[in-house]
């Protein structure tokens, strides 16, 4: 429905009529008594059968809020209240990401402290949530800076570090030079940082990681218990990147022209298309493979080796695969055995080889693969074609210009000649599998593309990571009676280019003692990926306080999982991915009992103005605060529901304020004026067609908030209240009231004001939700029959206030009724409204 926004204007109304509409006289004093009253706390033992758990991704306090905000909280609000109208016992929590860069870099060019940076924009940003009326359980607030919140984070790490989930190794990394920090592979999108768009350099450094890639299978097949958007699936099954293939052992053979003398080392490789085994003509080793600088060393292929390592080593993983490069590499002096002919093949190394995927060897099938191909060519590599069309077309291996990829015949393919294949269902190559086992020359195997999460960063403003260097012992974890190890307040935490911490600098603080021999030891200075504490914080919710455990299985039983989760589309590959991996891992350790932490996700649509992201330093923002000193917070709420689909994109127009007063505020406006006439006796009788009215609104409101479509769900509001407003004279009380409990959930201030107006007791917000009668809607239709000359021919859903004129030219409308008529026009035509007509034709 794209048509609400012309229905606002049409509903526009001369703003001057009496009573007027003053939000500032009351939203204020309901905050209050909302919060007096602990109206939006939940239930301490809620009804299993009942509870439900609303929540938005926990925000990152870095100002005021803007409209974009406030789409995202208006829609989790909507929700949690019509819930609670509902019946349900509903948690609805609200928190602080507070950790992280931007706070850091923020307070390092104002020159104040992150952490009161941090703790002023928490304040202000909680402000404008209560003064905007979201429904949170403030008593259950949780900030992720606060040591009561970040001494649990160490204690998870070590509870993954104890069940070999966390581990340190040094490795090629990430390098953002302008953040100064390594980054994790999720935190790099489309080659450049996420934060900063700056492309990062490639780094030997020893970080932390997070054995994540231990749950990829399980991962990838628990998405089907989640009612989550499509792109949000997609993007995750792509990003963990499973492929089924087969694991094959070659021969690797030293032709060293020079040197020593090295033996042969079998290398199992992992293929995809093991059906194209006969096609191999040469084989690859990743750059970093040690063998390959084994291969070379003492040889006149060691100084070209040595300068092409670097070079490969300067670029990112993501440049290395690009598909709009040349692909370089080198031969080296070897050859490979291919086990299934026994034919020796060139050795080569190739920019495109990860040491990370699969072994960091690969066999190249240049006919039947894209990157091989490529290099084929590149470097006159024969190619040798085993797949062929089924429909015969000559694949001339000299002249073809791209690798055949489709189904096919299999042709000098040893037994599998003739054999038939479809690379994308892997019939045919489940054969070839079966044949490398009994062979003893392979297996059937699984690969992920995923990579284990790296989650230590050389940042000051996060978790510290509670590990201690001892000379003697090593990395010794601090032990969990010596938890929190509180972040020192340092007063330098400029980052630095050398990828050691700023906490290095605190001097008092990094040189304590080895809890295992008492000896002088270092503690470490990176602190923890900010995704680490957002990670499991919707558990927290569930036992804000509670001082031994980061939370309860009690708690946690009784609310999670999160029933519906509200955020953006930005975060399908960093913190869904995280926060998924952290409930399974807290599964395997007996700490929740259930696999997946959000059942449902809403990805609202992104909020703009002028066509770019709403900025303050751009000078592109309708911030929330602002909006509610004009127009009041319902007006902002409604505004940003009824504005698009709260799925869709927005784009505010440049006047955006003022926009909100012109859609929102000018209609409720008119709210204000008609429902504040209403029959005083709320017994009198609603007419028929009101009461229809009512009970189709109630009916289409419902559905509309199934679907979370609040801008229909409006849009109905505004065509009821015309109707009110057509009916003339005050509204019916029962009417007016059913009328407030629909947009109750949308504008909390004004129908809570309103429905006390009418002297009612106890809050709007706690009322049922209503009901409507399906007889008095089915009585709104009839069913209108057409006959030719007396027989049967078409039935139509009509209104049953038609009239003869409208029966006439729906029935000669119809296809079926054209049809029989077959041209000829009726001589006489009989209705009986509204439920027949009869055309009479020669
Ligand atoms: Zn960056
Ligand atoms: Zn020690």
């Known amino acids: 429905m794209g048509g609400g926004r012309a229905v606002a204007c049409a509903a526009m109304a001369p703003p001057s009529d009496p009573p007027r509409y003053d939000p500032q006289s009351f939203e204020e004093r309901w905050v209050a008594t909302w919060e007096r009253e602990g109206a939006h706390a939940a239930p301490e033992h809620p009804d299993p059968r009942r509870k439900r758990y609303v929540l938005e991704m926990f925000p990152y306090?870095?100002?005021?809020?803007?409209?974009?905000?406030?789409?995202?909280?208006?829609?989790?609000?909507?929700?949690?209240?019509q819930w609670t109208m509902l019946g349900h016992d509903v948690l609805h929590p609200m928190g602080y990401d507070a950790f992280g860069l931007p706070a850091e870099n923020a307070a390092i060019s104002r020159g104040v402290h992150p952490k009161e940076w941090t703790f002023a924009n928490i304040e202000r940003m909680r402000r404008s949530q209560m003064r905007l009326g979201f429904s949170y359980d403030w008593d259950r607030q949780v900030i992720s800076a606060?040591?009561?919140?970040?001494?649990?984070?160490?204690?998870?790490?070590?509870?993954?570090?104890?069940?070999?989930?966390?581990?340190?190794?040094?490795?090629?990394?990430?390098?953002?030079?302008?953040?100064?920090?390594?980054?994790?592979?999720?935190?790099?999108?489309?080659?450049?940082?996420?934060?900063?768009?700056?492309?990062?350099?490639?780094?030997d450094l020893a970080q932390w990681f997070l054995k994540i890639t231990d749950y990829a299978a399980r991962l990838l097949d628990d998405m089907d218990i989640l009612d989550w958007p499509d792109q949000v699936l997609v993007q995750q099954r792509n990003w963990i990147g499973r492929s089924r293939g087969a694991e094959v052992t070659f021969e690797v053979v030293p032709t060293r022209p020079t040197g020593s003398k090295l033996p042969p080392v079998s290398y199992p490789v992992f293929t995809t298309r093991p059906d194209t085994l006969w096609g191999a003509t040469f084989f690859l080793l990743a750059p970093e493979h040690p063998f390959a600088a084994e291969l070379v060393a003492g040889t006149e292929y060691e100084a070209p080796f040595t300068k092409f390592l670097a070079e490969v080593r300067s670029q990112t993983e993501v440049e290395r695969m690009s598909s709009e490069r040349v692909r370089h590499g080198m031969a080296l002096p070897a050859v490979a055995v291919n086990p299934v002919n026994g034919d020796e093949i060139p050795v080569w190394t190739a920019d495109y080889v990860l040491s990370h995927y699969g072994t960091g060897a690969v066999m190249a099938v240049p006919a039947h693969d894209q990157r091989d191909f490529e290099f084929a060519r590149t470097h006159a590599i024969p190619i040798r074609v085993v797949v062929e069309p089924e429909v015969p077309e000559e694949l001339d291996p000299d002249t073809m210009t791209a690798p055949y990829l489709g189904p096919g015949v299999l042709v000098h393919s040893g037994p599998f000649t003739g054999t038939v294949v479809f690379p994308d269902t892997g019939v045919g190559i489940d054969k070839v599998i079966a044949w490398l086992e009994a062979e003893g020359k392979g297996k059937g195997s699984v690969n992920y593309r995923l990579r284990d999460w790296l989650m230590s960063r050389q940042r000051y403003w996060g978790t510290p990571i509670p590990i201690i260097y001892c000379p003697i012992h090593g990395e010794v974890p601090v032990p969990e009676e010596a938890l929190p190890v509180l972040l020192p307040d340092q007063a330098d935490y400029t980052p630095t280019d050398d990828a050691v911490g700023p906490l290095a600098n605190a001097t008092e603080w990094v040189n304590t003692v080895c809890p295992r021999c008492g000896g002088p030891a270092r503690r470490e200075t990176d602190t923890m990926d900010t995704f680490f504490d957002s990670?499991?914080?919707?558990?927290?919710?569930?036992?804000?306080?509670?001082?031994?455990?980061?939370?309860?299985?009690?708690?946690?039983?009784?609310?999670?999982?999160?029933?519906?989760?509200?955020?953006?589309?930005?975060?399908?590959?960093?913190?869904?991915?995280?926060?998924?991996?952290?409930?399974?891992?807290?599964?395997?350790?007996?700490?929740?009992?259930?696999?997946?932490?959000?059942?449902?996700?809403?990805?609202?649509?992104?909020?703009?103005?002028?066509?770019?992201?709403?900025?303050?330093?751009?000078?592109?923002?309708?911030?929330?605060?602002?909006?509610?000193?004009?127009?009041?917070?319902?007006?902002?709420?409604?505004?940003?529901?009824?504005?698009?689909?709260?799925?869709?994109?927005?784009?505010?127009?440049?006047?955006?304020?003022?926009?909100?007063?012109?859609?929102?505020?000018?209609?409720?406006?008119?709210?204000?004026?008609?429902?504040?006439?209403?029959?005083?006796?709320?017994?009198?009788?609603?007419?028929?067609?009101?009461?229809?009215?009512?009970?189709?609104?109630?009916?289409?409101?419902?559905?509309?908030?199934?679907?979370?479509?609040f801008n229909t769900a409006i849009a109905r509001l505004m065509e009821l209240l015309n109707a009110f407003s057509k009916a003339g004279g005050p509204v019916p009380r029962p009417a007016a009231e059913t009328f407030l409990k629909l947009l109750a959930p949308v504008a909390p201030f004004i129908t809570e004001e309103l429905w006390h107006g009418y002297g009612n007791e106890g809050s709007i917000h706690k009322q049922s939700w209503p009901t409507y009668d399906e007889a008095l809607?089915?009585?709104?239709?009839?069913?209108?029959?057409?006959?030719?000359?007396?027989?049967?021919?078409?039935?139509?859903?009509?209104?049953?206030?038609?009239?003869?004129?409208?029966?006439?030219e729906i029935a000669l409308d119809r296809e079926k009724i054209a049809a029989v008529l077959d041209g000829k026009a009726p001589t006489k035509i009989v209705t009986v409204p509204p439920r027949l007509v009869n055309l009479v034709v020669p």
């Open 146 to 203: 606060d040591p009561a919140y970040y001494r649990w984070n160490q204690w998870i790490f070590l509870k993954l570090l104890e069940r070999g989930l966390a581990y340190r190794k040094t490795a090629p990394v990430n390098w953002c030079p302008v953040d100064k920090t390594v980054l994790a592979n999720e935190q790099i999108s489309a080659g450049v940082c996420w934060r900063c768009g700056s492309v990062p350099e490639v780094r």
């Open 777 to 808: 809607l089915a009585a709104e239709h009839a069913v209108m029959v057409i006959q030719i000359n007396g027989k049967v021919r078409d039935t139509v859903e009509v209104p049953v206030g038609i009239t003869s004129e409208e029966m006439q």
């Open 535 to 709: 990670s499991w914080y919707f558990l927290r919710f569930c036992d804000p306080h509670i001082e031994t455990a980061p939370f309860t299985p009690e708690a946690v039983t009784a609310w999670c999982p999160v029933d519906q989760y509200v955020g953006g589309i930005e975060h399908a590959v960093m913190h869904l991915i995280y926060a998924r991996f952290f409930a399974k891992a807290f599964q395997d350790m007996g700490m929740l009992s259930f696999p997946e932490p959000f059942l449902r996700l809403f990805n609202q649509g992104s909020i703009s103005m002028g066509g770019k992201a709403m900025s303050k330093s751009r000078g592109n923002v309708v911030e929330a605060s602002a909006a509610a000193e004009r127009y009041g917070a319902d007006s902002a709420r409604l505004f940003i529901l009824f504005c698009s689909p709260p799925g869709a994109a927005y784009d505010f127009p440049a006047d955006g304020l003022e926009e909100i007063g012109r859609v929102a505020f000018s209609w409720l406006s008119r709210v204000w004026r008609v429902l504040s006439d209403t029959a005083p006796d709320p017994a009198g009788p609603v007419p028929q067609e009101l009461q229809r009215a009512v009970h189709k609104t109630v009916k289409a409101v419902t559905d509309d908030f199934e679907t979370f479509s």
């Open 61 to 81: 306090p870095s100002g005021d809020m803007h409209m974009g905000h406030v789409e995202n909280y208006s829609i989790a609000d909507a929700i949690a209240r």
